[in-house]
């Protein structure tokens, strides 16, 4: 852990500038990783009686939405399973992990004191006739081209909470390290194969990996 004392140039407060000191739960060099390569491995941060209540919490929205999910599906080749979403506003636990030091703190190391936090949601891939393995994709794209004069490069973190093993048989996350820098090309539309470059992590449950949104 190592602390980050951020002072915001404002300019409009008689006593000076406010300042914030950030406590953040990770080394220097693994911030200067995620910066480095878009992706930041936390392994079994969440354990125990945390760990349980999660998996209590997300069996009961499988249970509680189970129907109106199944009903509307349509029987398909691929699909990207069962995807509860607006967590924060069904059990109240969800809310604790908006506030969770090792995760928003490192946010803070990497984005600044001021934050915008959106939504929590879930994936459940259930076993079955169904593939379920995702095609290459990005969660934030808001690039152009040519890029303008004043063009801000979009920033976004997500922190991908597993809480099971990921494994030969529950299926593993792969990732391609520095691809968060791409500015003039796309990963491949409804490519579901190795690509170039690409990183394969099995991680333990109640492990987080942290990527940027591109």
């Avoid at 407060?13 to 406010?18: Q, V």
């Avoid at 199944?70 to 506030?99: E, H, N, Q, T, V």
């Avoid at 995702?134 to 152009?144: D, K």
């Avoid at 539309?189 to 170039?196: A, G, L, P, T």
């Amino acid at each position: 852990m190592h602390t980050i004392s951020y002072t915001v140039l404002t300019g409009h407060i008689d006593d000076g500038s406010p300042t914030h000191d950030v406590d953040v739960h990770a080394r220097p060099e693994e911030i200067a990783h995620f910066a480095e390569e878009g992706y930041l491995l936390r392994e079994g941060l969440i354990q125990g009686d945390h760990l349980e209540s999660l998996r209590s919490a997300i069996d009961l929205l499988v249970e509680s939405e189970w129907d109106g999910y199944s009903a509307g599906r349509k029987p398909r080749d691929r699909s990207w399973g069962m995807i509860p979403r607006y967590l924060m506003d069904k059990d109240p636990i969800f809310l604790d992990l908006l506030k969770f030091p090792p995760v928003l703190s490192v946010c803070r190391a990497m984005m600044g004191p001021l934050l915008r936090l959106r939504g929590m949601s879930a994936r459940i891939s259930l076993p079955g006739e169904e593939i379920q393995d995702t095609p290459w994709h990005q969660h934030l794209r808001v690039i152009s081209n040519p890029i303008p004069p004043w063009f801000s490069q979009p920033h976004a973190i997500d922190a991908l909470i597993y809480l099971d093993d990921l494994n030969d048989d529950t299926g593993q996350v792969a990732i391609v390290p520095g691809s968060h820098a791409w500015l003039n090309r796309e990963p491949p539309s409804e490519n579901v194969e190795d690509v170039e470059g690409q990183l394969i992590l099995e991680v333990p449950a109640g492990s987080i990996v942290m990527i940027h949104g591109n």
